[in-house]
Nanobody, 120 residues
């Protein structure tokens, strides 16, 4: 059983930055592909960034390319999402999840979510 805990959300003004963290209960992050997703009110959950720890390959949604960076720290069993130049449209609940490598399909393990609110 894998437990993921999201943290780091908050309220910022447009142009600001936040770093989200996802901590895992065991070494799951070392060998599993990870993704960050977000869901705004009235919208479906959508993939934002994903990371393949085996290849180091990262992928991003077009809306966040150049502004968001996904990374991991094996020693801390954590995955991060650095978000820069935040925009009001980035406002959403953000979740980390284990994903099937090369896809946005989750494999059933999600964090509880952390709220990001960006004001104009």
């Amino acid at each position: 059983q894998v437990h993921l805990v999201d943290s780091g959300g908050g309220s910022v003004q447009a142009g600001g930055s936040l770093r989200l963290s996802c901590a895992a209960s065991d070494n799951a992050l070392l060998s599993n592909c990870m993704g960050w997703f977000r869901q705004a009110p009235g919208s479906e959950r959508a993939g934002v960034a994903r990371l393949n720890p085996g290849t180091g390959i990262t992928n991003y949604a077009d809306s966040v390319k150049g502004r968001f960076t996904i990374s991991r720290d094996n020693a801390k069993n954590a995955v991060y999402l650095q978000m820069n130049d935040l925009k009001p449209e980035d406002t959403a609940m953000y979740y980390c999840a284990l994903v099937r490598c090369g896809t946005w399909y989750d494999v059933g393990y999600w964090g509880q979510g952390t709220q990001v609110t960006v004001s104009s």
